[in-house]
């Protein structure tokens, strides 16, 4: 069965649930220039930098949620 995706803005991912999907070693395989030190600061200071780009730029950054 194919999962439900759902296309959200990153602000409503709590970051430590980002934290923890950074810090996964199977997505760090697939982004080369991914650091370590994850944790739910960096995350949140990594959202708020990405949702800034909005009123900047008027366009940003989206996530999609595999089964909600």
Same mark, same amino acid.
């Given at each position: 069965?194919?999962?439900?995706?759902?296309?959200?803005?990153?602000?409503?991912?709590a970051?430590?649930?980002? #934290?923890?999907?950074?810090s996964?070693?199977?997505?760090?395989?697939?982004?080369?220039l991914?650091?370590?030190?994850?944790?739910?600061?960096?995350? #949140?200071?990594?959202?708020?930098?990405?949702e800034?780009?909005?009123p900047?730029d008027?366009?940003?950054?989206?996530?999609?949620? #595999?089964?909600g």
């Amino acid at each position: 069965m194919e999962p439900e995706l759902t296309f959200v803005s990153l602000s409503e991912i709590a970051p430590a649930q980002f #934290a923890d999907y950074m810090s996964n070693p199977r997505v760090a395989e697939h982004m080369p220039l991914l650091t370590s030190g994850w944790n739910e600061e960096a995350a #949140a200071n990594f959202i708020a930098m990405k949702e800034a780009c909005w009123p900047r730029d008027g366009l940003g950054h989206w996530t999609f949620l #595999a089964d909600g």
